[in-house]
């Protein structure tokens, strides 16, 4: 367990000028000295960037953490370990499109990437700003065509200061508080640097050593004569793949789909997260509707109790009928305590899904135009839009050119090489060089057959596993259609039947005052226009629910 301290700070810095200047901030200011250095050239700012300019505006983080679960040594306090993350680096040199592009991609190993302009260089459009981290990288929405699909390609834009009131804000606020789509993202770019990993296998390694030795020579028996030899070896030695029966293609394309499958993942986690917050905030409305309602069912039989409080005084009802209204009265108090807290956990389970407390009013949503057509253009549009089954059918390809990876590797292959070398032996100098090509046939390999054999049921399981996907997709979208329909029906007989019960009620109430009625006939009729509210508040939550999940799952 880690106790962190974390701060931003802002402040002008010149590349060119003392850090000691800066005085308060010695210890960030050393890494920040280290990562801007002077260029050669006596430019300011850090030599890997060119600038032309000053660097003219620092962002950092420092933290401090101390791992409490180590005892601290009485002789030696352990003091905390600091650690520098440069967040943003702002100068005013302009860059064109070239080398902006050329300069990214070179950034983009090292975890930067340029963002918008800092405020601080509102003026200026074209002032390139670096955003990164020295220990983790960059993780943002690539460009890329399947992640052109996600409804939060330009990063997590939106920030409510009222909490949401609205689904659209929960939506924003759900994917931009979610870690673990957040996690899915950074798996995504890992799968992407394992495609380039595997297409860089196509190109020649290069490799430089340089070793130094030194040794004695006893020339007599005495010892007394001895020599010392020295040698500087520098060698210089390049291998390059030329024939690989196929196992460098494949694992190409077996990266490949991998990574369209991560991509996709994104994209699933997302229809998560929307799922989740979609839920939360109409079961928000549905907990605020039960309340409502138990509070007006509360103050109609409390006016109850005092038209019987009256007609007892009068002498026209007797204490049962009192006692029974203050029971009921006791009865229902006690459901809306229940609906007060029912509330509460909404309340809390919507701050857990998105981050923010929500509106103390929420927009009702609509879901008119939500669902059209029929369920199965619905099931054709989940098959071929539902990023889950596109992420399986991938994960089932890159398992098929998994199979055709791992035998390649047991095959034949052939391989250029090439070495380099200049040894220095005392006042000698040696300077040799070769050129060749090696064969390697794998005679006997245990591993082989259990292994390609692990990579075919693996292959299998995958197949099956996208199968299975597409069946029970097709399951939730005819499910949900189904509950959709047959909620919207509900809805309308139960509205019709809360009409007739308020009018019931209504009626009991007056005969009850005019002595034509009993106690019992008005609290049992006040009791089922409660029950029906309920249920119409449960309705409506379902019949939204399910036609969001449609769409969701549809990706409309």
């Known amino acids: 367990m880690n106790a962190k301290a974390e701060f931003d700070h802002i402040e002008p810095f010149d590349g060119a000028k003392s850090v000691a200047r800066l005085g308060a901030k010695r210890s960030a200011m050393r890494g920040i000295g280290q990562a801007l250095q002077r260029h050669p050239s006596g430019r300011s700012g850090p030599p890997e960037a060119d600038f032309s300019g000053p660097l003219d505006v620092v962002r950092f983080h420092l933290w401090s953490y101390r791992p409490w679960h180590e005892p601290c040594l009485a002789s030696?306090?352990?003091?905390?370990?600091?650690?520098?993350?440069?967040?943003?680096?702002?100068?005013?040199?302009?860059?064109?499109?070239?080398?902006?592009?050329?300069?990214?991609?070179?950034?983009?190993?090292?975890?930067?990437?340029?963002?918008?302009?800092?405020?601080?260089?509102?003026?200026?459009?074209?002032?390139?700003?670096?955003?990164?981290?020295?220990?983790?990288?960059?993780?943002?929405?690539?460009?890329?065509?399947?992640?052109?699909?996600?409804?939060?390609?330009n990063g997590f834009a939106y920030s409510g200061d009222e909490g949401a009131d609205s689904v659209e804000s929960a939506l924003y606020l759900a994917?931009?508080?979610?870690?673990?789509?957040?996690?899915?993202?950074?798996?995504?770019?890992?799968?992407?640097?394992?495609?380039?990993?595997?297409?860089?296998?196509?190109?020649?390694?290069?490799?430089?050593?340089?070793?130094?030795?030194?040794?004695?020579?006893?020339?007599?028996?005495?010892?007394?004569?001895?020599?010392v030899d020295e040698e500087d070896v520098v060698s210089l030695d390049l291998t390059y793949p030329l024939f690989t029966s196929g196992s460098r293609y494949h694992a190409v394309k077996r990266a490949s789909a991998a990574a369209r499958a991560a991509d996709f993942d994104v994209l699933s986690k997302e229809n998560d997260v929307m799922s989740d917050a979609v839920g939360s905030y109409l079961d928000l409305i549905a907990a605020r509707r039960r309340k409502d309602a138990l509070g007006r069912n509360k103050e109609a039989v409390r006016s109850i109790v005092e038209i019987t409080r009256s007609k007892s005084k009068r002498g026209f009802a007797d204490q049962s009928d009192l006692a029974l209204a203050r029971a009921q009265l006791a009865l229902v108090e006690r459901e809306y305590e229940k609906a007060v807290e029912a509330k509460e956990k909404a309340s809390t389970e919507f701050k857990r899904v998105s981050g923010s407390m929500p509106a103390s009013i929420l927009r009702e949503p609509s879901v008119d135009g939500i669902v059209t057509g029929t369920v199965e253009q619905a099931v054709a549009r989940a098959r071929s839009r539902n990023p889950r089954i596109q992420s399986a059918r991938y994960s089932a390809s890159a398992a098929r050119f998994g199979v055709r990876e791992s035998i390649g590797k047991f095959l034949p292959q052939v391989d250029l090489t090439g070495r380099y070398e200049n040894a220095y032996t005392?006042?000698?100098?040696?300077?040799?060089?070769?050129?060749?090509?090696?064969?390697?046939?794998?005679?006997?390999?245990?591993?082989?057959?259990?292994?390609?054999?692990?990579?075919?049921?693996e292959s299998a399981s995958a197949h099956y596993r996208s199968l299975d996907m597409e069946r029970a997709m097709e399951k939730i979208i005819r499910d949900e259609w189904s509950a959709f329909h047959s909620a919207k029906k509900q809805l309308r007989h139960e509205q019709q039947r809360l009409s007739q019960l308020k009018r019931a009620a209504l009626a009991a109430r007056k005969k009850y005052r005019s002595g034509f009625a009993a106690i019992d006939d008005v609290l049992s009729r006040q009791l089922e226009v409660l029950d029906s509210e309920v249920v119409i508040a449960e309705l409506k939550a379902n019949k939204q629910a399910s036609a969001y999940r449609i769409a969701i799952e549809t990706s409309e």
């Not at 070769?434 to 006997?444: A, R």
């Open 76 to 153: 030696k306090p352990e003091k905390p370990v600091k650690r520098f993350n440069m967040v943003e680096l702002c100068s005013r040199t302009r860059f064109g499109p070239a080398r902006r592009n050329a300069f990214a991609a070179i950034l983009s190993v090292c975890g930067l990437t340029f963002v918008a302009p800092h405020p601080a260089f509102a003026g200026d459009a074209t002032a390139p700003v670096l955003r990164g981290s020295i220990d983790l990288p960059v993780v943002r929405y690539e460009n890329r065509p399947i992640l052109k699909h996600s409804r939060l390609r």
């Open 426 to 457: 005392g006042p000698d100098q040696g300077e040799s060089w070769n050129v060749g090509v090696k064969l390697t046939v794998p005679l006997i390999d245990p591993e082989s057959l259990p292994t390609i054999r692990k990579k075919r049921f």
């Open 175 to 227: 994917l931009g508080f979610d870690p673990v789509l957040r996690q899915t993202l950074a798996d995504s770019h890992a799968a992407r640097a394992d495609l380039w990993i595997a297409r860089l296998a196509f190109l020649p390694k290069v490799s430089a050593s340089i070793s130094r030795s030194r040794g004695t020579d006893i020339i007599s028996s005495t010892r007394i004569n001895t020599r």
